[in-house]
């Protein structure tokens, strides 16, 4: 499928032109919060948002690479960038080049709308206005980093994770690197950010949820052994809290939680990377 690509207007070749302007700001989250929108680069991103249903608002195309991009976006998306709703715009290659985050830029920047249906901000403590469904659940307390966070969204979805729940000062879902490193399950991902998550942890327990912290302590289960099991067998749709890059879960997490569990590893070992600490956790988790 290909088209005679038409840009809205003429081609962006100053950096002081509004449109870029308003794009380079969405690298901040103030100015994303304000516009409720956010960007991201490539045609993989943008053919998976397309895929899942995202509100497209504008898209930025590489002059001297456009009617390339247009094509790969029509082969993977089956349609036209025409036929995306959104206004289409040319910038001069060495200006893309510059506002473009990516290090071999594909030439296509995308804007999009905040995804509420499945991204929300709460302050209430417990189910009102949450549809947390029949899965399991995991609560992320202060993980700052974008592409831990963006890691973990990516291993939810693969490993069959019902809903993500994060504290309000983990990293933004919409932060540049948080949406390369979730790439497309982002989308599509239930995912509810909370003012006090030991509240929340508690508020799940009493509706019968069981919850995990991610703790080493004294009567912390070790992950994979028969104790474990027998603790599996007796819970389903199980959650579990997993903490910072530095310092774990808060003291307050953790005693909200029912019992603590650890990955086993090998003595004088580091601690595991938040990303893939998660991702053992939540494959113990999910796994039938």
């Not at 929300?120 to 831990?148: A, F, M, Q």
Request: glycine share 8%; hydrophobic share 40%.
């Amino acid at each position: 499928m290909s088209e005679k690509l038409r840009f809205d207007g003429e081609i962006i070749t100053s950096r002081q032109n509004r449109r870029i302007v308003e794009l380079v700001k969405l690298d901040d989250r103030r100015a994303r919060e304000q516009a409720r929108r956010f960007r991201f680069d490539g045609v993989k991103l943008l053919c998976e948002a397309v895929r899942r249903g995202v509100e497209l608002d504008r898209i930025f195309l590489r002059a001297g690479t456009a009617d390339r991009v247009a094509e790969r976006v029509a082969g993977i998306c089956g349609c036209t960038l025409s036929e995306l709703g959104c206004p289409v715009f040319g910038v001069e290659d060495g200006l893309f080049d510059k506002i473009s985050q990516e290090n071999a830029p594909e030439g296509v920047i995308t804007v999009a709308k905040y995804i509420d249906k499945f991204h929300k901000n709460i302050i209430i403590y417990n189910r009102d206005g949450i549809d947390l469904g029949d899965g399991s659940v995991i609560l992320l307390e202060s993980v700052r980093d974008p592409l831990n966070v963006g890691a973990i969204i990516r291993s939810a979805a693969a490993l069959g994770v019902g809903h993500l729940i994060l504290s309000a000062d983990c990293a933004d879902v919409y932060h540049p690197r948080t949406v390369r490193a979730a790439m497309g399950p982002l989308f599509s991902m239930p995912i509810t950010r909370v003012e006090d998550l030991p509240e929340t942890i508690r508020a799940l327990r009493r509706e019968g949820r069981r919850v995990y912290a991610a703790a080493l302590d004294d009567t912390a289960l070790r992950l994979g052994s028969p104790a474990w099991a027998e603790e599996q067998g007796r819970s389903t749709a199980a959650c579990a809290a997993i903490g910072n890059e530095g310092h774990g879960l808060s003291e307050e997490a953790v005693s909200a939680c029912d019992r603590s569990v650890y990955i086993p590893m090998e003595a004088d070992t580091e601690s595991l990377n938040a990303g893939v600490a998660a991702a053992l956790i939540m494959w113990e988790i999910c796994k039938k």
